[in-house]
């Protein structure tokens, strides 16, 4: 490379002394000067080529020796891990054959011992005048009768046990429950009433002849509408909470009407006040779902069913309160017992869903079935809720706790004392019914009808019923009553035999 420097720089010379008009001897001082320079130059080049170059070969050889010592230490490395394989595997060869002859002897021990007991099985079955397979069955059948037996005397005992407690654990259950749960009760009266702020349009919605308000009782189950009883009020008057309701919307939305009122203007009015009560139906349907954290989609018109129930009475009770009560007992007895919570809320709360729907003329069926149709029908509930709910009033035998719990929170509910009303006619002849079943068995001399008809107390005569025919005149009298007087809760027949002995202490004649 320098020297093809120094080629270049000599002919850029000649070219620039050309051009300058320099001497020759000039030009080759300066070459031999430039020479020189370039010969100093080379030799210092080679002189550090050579230098790198031993430098290089040094370095060379002392990595040669140590990759040769490397090499050396993995051959001994190798030949050790060879050692220590070829060690190993000669001494697992020495114990597979050490399993080898220890499995042959194990199978010739057993062999024996299968040998020895064939014939202590063929001495004892020899002995015994009996096989192996009688010998065992009858063992099994001993162990099973054994157990058996003590089965069922640990299960009479548990049956004597719960005997002797279960009317104390459903007492302390049920006072638990009534302890925690104190709501008022409702009674409905059969009607209700309009305030009418403003009397000016009184007249436009009667009608000529009271033909708006005639039409309106027929177009709505023949309601009875009354004016003028009280000033500024107008009275409702139906058995169907429902149609009361919707009646009273309508006249609400009347006497807002400021035009002329015909029958059309009527007609449109109920419609919009049947939309009204469908929305708000609706909406009582979703907050006593939230009320009861019942966490489950129902369809709107499940809902609106449910709503229903607000609309609805028995002796003087709001069902959906009576509703609300349930549940929750039901809830809560379900809590201490151990059972579904789910199962006996939802049942119990929904356990009258029939009601909502039974004063409808076109719906034949007692309410206990009708709920399991509505239930049913819906298909939101699971099987074992559908039966809970509809089997209180054993139109069905219950088959499931949650069943009987439900039966039981209806009872606790409709028989607290002021939860239901009924008229003063009725309770006469309810009463007059009792005491007449009564009355129409031999030996029965008084009947007296306790607490308000749910305690009958027969006394009956010494001489015509005995003893060992009390009970069965109790059950009698109790089935008869049960299929002929229609009666809320329950009644209690207790059948009273009475003998009394008597004489008289005269004193001694005292003779003189």
């Not at 394989?85 to 054959?97: G, H, I, Q």
């Not at 005048?129 to 162990?143: F, P, R, S």
């Not at 959906?320 to 119990?348: C, Q």
């Not at 709920?371 to 054993?394: G, N, P």
Request: some cysteine; charged content about 30%.
């Amino acid at each position: 490379m320098t020297i093809i420097f120094f080629i270049i720089g000599a002919v850029t010379i000649v070219f620039i002394s050309q051009k300058k008009g320099m001497e020759k001897g000039e030009v080759e001082k300066i070459i031999d000067e430039k020479k020189q320079k370039v010969m100093y130059e080379v030799e210092v080049l080679k002189k550090n080529t050579l230098q790198k170059i031993t430098e290089i070969k040094n370095s060379t050889v002392e990595s040669e020796k140590s990759f040769n010592k490397f090499l050396e230490k993995i051959e001994e490395s190798i030949a050790s891990k060879e050692e220590v394989a070829t060690k190993r595997e000669t001494k697992n060869e020495e114990m597979r054959l050490i399993i080898a002859r220890e499995n042959e002897e194990k199978s010739r021990i057993e062999m024996e011992l299968k040998k020895i007991e064939g014939e202590r099985m063929g001495l004892l079955e020899k002995r015994a005048h009996k096989n192996a397979a009688d010998v065992k069955q009858e063992l099994i059948q001993t162990l099973e009768n054994e157990l058996t037996e003590d089965n069922e005397r640990k299960l009479k005992k548990l049956e004597d046990y719960y005997k002797e407690n279960a009317d104390r654990e459903a007492r302390n259950t049920v006072l638990s429950a009534l302890q925690r749960l104190s709501t008022a009760t409702s009674n409905e009266k059969k009607g209700s009433q309009l305030k009418v702020l403003n009397d000016i349009n009184k007249p436009n919605v009667v009608g000529l002849n009271a033909e708006n308000i005639i039409f309106l009782e027929e177009q709505l189950d023949n309601v009875d509408i009354i004016f003028n009883d009280f000033p500024g009020i107008v009275t409702i008057s139906h058995y169907n909470l429902i149609t009361r309701h919707l009646t009273k919307k309508t006249l609400d939305k009347l006497f807002a009407y400021r035009g002329p009122i015909s029958k059309a203007t009527v007609t449109a009015k109920i419609e919009e006040a049947r939309k009204d009560v469908d929305r708000e139906l609706l909406a009582i349907g979703r907050e006593a779902l939230k009320r009861m954290n019942i966490k489950r989609t129902l369809p709107d018109e499940c809902l609106q069913v449910i709503g229903r129930l607000q609309f609805r009475t028995s002796y003087g009770q709001n069902i959906m309160r009576h509703s609300y009560e349930v549940g929750i007992f039901a809830l809560m007895m379900a809590y201490e017992l151990g059972l579904d919570i789910e199962t006996a809320k939802i049942s119990g709360f929904l356990h009258d869903l029939g009601k909502a729907i039974d004063q409808n003329p076109d719906i034949i069926g007692a309410h206990d079935f009708l709920t399991k149709e509505l239930m049913e029908k819906y298909a939101c509930f699971q099987e074992c809720e559908i039966h809970a709910a509809w089997t209180h009033h054993d139109s069905e035998p219950p088959k499931t706790p949650e069943a009987w719990l439900v039966k039981g929170a209806d009872a606790i509910s409709a028989g607290r004392p002021g939860a239901r009303a009924e008229s003063l006619d009725r309770y006469v002849e309810r009463l007059n019914a009792l005491q007449d079943i009564a009355m129409s068995y031999e030996g029965v001399d008084k009947v007296s009808a306790m607490s308000a008809g749910r305690e009958l107390r027969v006394l009956v005569s010494p001489g015509a019923v005995h003893d060992k025919e009390m009970q069965p005149l109790a059950d009698v009298i109790a089935g008869e009553i049960k299929e002929k007087v229609a009666y809320p809760g329950y009644v209690r027949v207790n059948i009273i035999r009475t003998t009394k002995s008597a004489d008289i202490a005269r004193p001694r004649a005292i003779s003189p």
